[in-house]
């Protein structure tokens, strides 16, 4: 998605995002335009708007350049998250992450995309799973406190289909 300064000018697009131990998005992994892409970080407070097609800062300032932290975990960067086997509290496993779900405003994980591999996903859709309690990262999986949230005997909540 394009990100855009106050001015109106195309600072470059987001490729991933920063999600701290407590599960909360700290900020935006920005690649900037140009034949040498740079990597820059811009935190959250500093977004104005997440539209549709776009993103728009609050100020027209440098950003400082993306620095890999040991308590902060990435989609696609350092720590990756993607592909990541996702198991329940209890023990069950949910799925390999796919992506994620976050309130804008806040910048708090509200949902987890998972996949069950490429037939599985045609036939019966990827699953959305609900989670209102921060995940723990380990090296091999996340662990996420899942709770249903429409009743039955499903010990997590899954949507077939994605929100569009």
Same mark, same amino acid.
């Given at each position: 998605?394009?990100?855009?300064?106050?001015?109106?000018?195309?600072?470059g697009?987001?490729?991933?995002?920063?999600?701290?131990?407590?599960?909360?998005?700290?900020?935006?992994?920005?690649?900037?335009?140009?034949?040498?892409?740079k990597l820059?970080?811009?935190? =959250?407070?500093?977004?104005?708007?997440?539209?549709?097609?776009?993103?728009?800062?609050?100020?027209?300032?440098?950003?400082?350049?993306?620095?890999?932290?040991?308590?902060?975990?990435? =989609?696609?960067?350092?720590?990756?998250?993607?592909?990541?086997? #996702?198991?329940?509290?209890?023990?069950?496993?949910?799925?390999?992450?796919?992506?994620?779900?976050?309130?804008?405003?806040?910048?708090?994980?509200?949902?987890?995309?998972?996949?069950?591999?490429?037939?599985?996903? #045609?036939?019966?859709?990827?699953?959305?799973?609900?989670?209102?309690?921060?995940?723990?990262?380990?090296?091999?999986?996340?662990i996420?406190?899942?709770?249903?949230?429409?009743?039955?005997?499903?010990?997590?909540?899954?949507?077939?289909?994605?929100?569009?």
């Amino acid at each position: 998605m394009p990100v855009y300064d106050c001015n109106g000018c195309l600072v470059g697009e987001v490729c991933d995002i920063c999600i701290t131990d407590e599960g909360r998005v700290k900020s935006l992994i920005v690649k900037s335009k140009g034949f040498f892409h740079k990597l820059y970080s811009v935190p =959250m407070a500093e977004v104005k708007s997440f539209g549709r097609q776009a993103i728009v800062l609050q100020k027209c300032e440098q950003w400082t350049k993306y620095k890999e932290t040991h308590n902060e975990y990435s =989609m696609f960067h350092y720590q990756p998250i993607a592909q990541r086997y #996702m198991i329940s509290g209890s023990g069950e496993e949910l799925g390999l992450l796919e992506d994620v779900y976050f309130q804008e405003e806040v910048g708090t994980i509200i949902g987890y995309e998972l996949t069950d591999g490429f037939f599985s996903d #045609m036939l019966e859709g990827k699953r959305v799973i609900h989670s209102a309690h921060p995940p723990k990262f380990g090296k091999d999986a996340i662990i996420v406190t899942v709770k249903p949230l429409r009743g039955g005997d499903i010990a997590y909540d899954e949507v077939s289909k994605l929100p569009e």
